[in-house]
Every structure is written in C-alpha cells, then in structure tokens.
C-alpha cells in the first residue's frame, strides 16, 4: 500500500453553502439522495464545515517540493485564489 500528499484549499461558507448545506441535510434526514448539482457543490462527499474545497495542486501558486527524504508541497500565499482562507495538507493510503 503506498501513500500520497495532497493539498487542498477552502473558500468559507457563504449564504450558497448554507442553503446546499441545507438541502444536503435535507436529503440524508429523509433518506434520499441529494440533487446532483447540490452533490457536485461538495465534490460528491459531505459538506465539510471549512467550505467549499478548491484543488490547489495544479495551481500556479503549488508546487511540488521534494530533497533527499521528503516529498511535498509548497505553496505561495500570495498566489492563492483571494477567496480561499483554509488550506488543507494531507495524507492517503
């Protein structure tokens, strides 16, 4: 089993969020599945609580990062979407 790094960023809830927020819940509490635009909106996982996920690995402001024994990323917050607030590093297996 191998690993990944990755790196995402998160625009804030807004008053969108909120309301596909509440469709979601809507949905899960009568057991149907939500509407595709509102499944699309969180990336077809649940809400998550910092906002919207924006993939910033492809971005200008990501690159990859590696030396002798590492590997990662670095990002320039200057070059970051102005609306994304909250990145996220990560790990899967």
Known sequence: MSMSTHVVGFKPPDDKWKKM???YDACKAAQINPPED???FFSNGPP???GVE???EKLP???KYNDESSDGFEVDIKKLPPD???IRFYNSW
């Open 21 to 23: 927020k509440a469709v």
């Open 38 to 40: 509102v499944e699309d």
């Open 48 to 50: 998550d609580d910092r």
């Open 54 to 56: 924006v993939s910033i």
């Open 61 to 63: 402001c990501t690159k």
């Open 84 to 86: 994304v607030t909250v």
